[in-house]
Every structure is written in C-alpha cells, then in structure tokens.
C-alpha cells in the first residue's frame, strides 16, 4: 500500500499546486515563482537574493539539454539545475540578486531551460534602477593659512585705499 500512495500524493499535490499555486507551469516544468522583480533598486546597490524551485511534474523524466542563466550581469544567479535527466517530482533552486546599473531605467533578463520535449522555457527577470546615486562635492574650506593671508590682503588693501583717499 506505501508504494502505491507516495506516487498518489505526489500527483494530488501536483494537482493541487496547479490549481491553486501561484507559480507558472511552463509544460513540463513548474516555475515556482514564475518571475522575479526588482524594482526601484538604488544604483550601485545589491538587492536581496530571491529563489525559484523548478520541478519536473511530468509523471515521466524530462531530459533538458540546455540550462541558461541570464547574460545580463545586473543578475547575479548560482543553482543547482543540472542539464540532464530531471526524474518525475525532481526539483532544483536558482537563487538571483539584482545590482542596479548607475543607468536609470528597466533591466531584464531570461533564465531558460531548453528540452527536446518542450523547447525552450523562460523564467522572467526583472529589475529597475533609479540611476547614479547623488554623489555630495565637497567644496575647499580655506585652512587657517589662508584666512590669514586673506584677511592680511584685506587689511593691506584697506589700508592702502584710505591712503590714497586721504592724499586726494
């Protein structure tokens, strides 16, 4: 009786997820969260990391020939999705971190898996910067030098004006 209701659970909760889940199934594959979003990310900043769970719930293996990361380097991304045989129920994680460019802007990006199957699978990504941080210039406070030597070039020039009002 175990062997037969571990494969019953696992498609009731396949069912179930499928129902109500928030997450994507993108055929073979379910993406759960189907997309991620950064938005409004300070220039130069790193978000926090988010993590999507790829599971195969197809009840039969799925062979997927090509795992593809962003080429975007705004998205930083580690995983343990392998190319290869992924068994019915079998999952992995992809962890992402957004750093927004100093450009101000949308950024976006596709992490694909590719099967002989389903073709070419996309979870979304994206981000947005608020542009170049405002950077303070600082502005030259004269040293103790030099405010005496403005303030004795003030007093000579004051000086040497009354003088010459005085001859004329």
Not at 28 to 54: C, K, M
Not at 95 to 124: C, H, K, L, N, W
């Amino acid at each position: 009786m175990k062997v037969f209701a571990q494969p019953v659970l696992q498609i009731l909760f396949a069912l179930a997820v499928l129902c109500c889940g928030t997450a994507a199934k993108a055929q073979g594959l379910y993406f759960d969260p189907a997309t991620l979003s950064f938005p409004n990310t300070e220039a130069g900043s790193t978000s926090v990391t988010q993590q999507i769970t790829v599971t195969n719930f197809d009840p039969i293996a799925l062979n997927v020939t090509a795992v593809t990361p962003p080429a975007n380097p705004a998205f930083s991304v580690t995983h343990n999705c392998p190319v290869g045989t992924y068994q019915p129920f079998a999952s992995c994680t992809i962890e992402v971190m957004f750093t927004a460019p100093s450009a101000a802007g949308p950024v976006q990006d596709v992490f694909q898996f590719e099967s002989a199957t389903y073709g070419t699978q996309d979870i979304r990504l994206s981000g947005s910067s608020d542009g170049a941080p405002v950077v303070a210039t600082p502005t030259a406070v004269p040293t103790t030098s030099e405010w005496a030597l403005l303030l004795l070039t003030a007093l000579l020039g004051g000086a040497a004006f009354f003088t010459a009002r005085r001859k004329s």
